[in-house]
């Protein structure tokens, strides 16, 4: 079926975050989308965050473009730039490569949700702006590091 | 800015089709917001049909995946499979090269929007269903024949 029954992709939580980034996700599922109508090329995930959870760490891509657009709620965009507040319809566009991390927070007392659409690149590293961590993906492994390339190890 | 000012994305209209069927897209307008965010790999554009409007001739690609989210309004999906109903929140993914075309009717009395995503492939194909048309393009040029390969020369 070409519709998606939305009821019938499963919601996927967790992190591939090693602790303490991990539980700092609690909050946070989604539906992939993308995935659940056969796409390969670029993933689409509605993602929700119940209040006081965030999307993420902040972060950015080295090699994949991103799009968000809010599609329920209030969120709060957090860029190099600061804050910006997003509600419906409001949309959202990181550039590959480009250096400026973002993520997105739900500091309301209700849940909001965005779509979020992502190239699906044969390799891809990201960078996370606020912690010294990168993660560096291939043929769908993550290998998290610090920002000198040495293996990750914990908060420095 | 990162967040995109949608009233200041330029609105467009019109079709690249040949006649008679670039006369059919009238009422159709889009906000091409990935470009407007700098974005390269996929497309992501925020269509508004009137009502009677039609979102294209309906089609599937050969090479690019395609994803649609309704935001506003009431729509029709027109696939090999008749007619789906999809209203604000309904999605639908379009894999590439599978050879069902579809298209987006607006049967209502008032506007109707979705946001729809496309990979940018370097070359596409993309087959008419319902006409005996295609389109090559490449480049940034659009080459419209028959289904036989022949120059396009008019409706048969």
New interface residues.
Partial sequence: ????D?SKVPVKTGSIYPEPYAAMMAGRSSLR??D???????G?N?VTLQPGAMSSLRHWHLH??E?V?V?EGALI?V?D?GE?A?GP????????G?P?G?HFLNRSDRPACF?V?G?KAPSEVATYSDVDMMVHMSAGRARFTHKDGSDWSGPK
């Fill in positions: 079926m070409t519709k998606l939305l989308l993308g659940a109508g056969g796409l390969t090329q670029f689409v509605l994949e473009d799009f657009m599609t965009m860029t730039a910006t997003m319809g409001d949309c959202a566009a990181f550039p590959a480009r400026d973002h779509l659409v190239t």
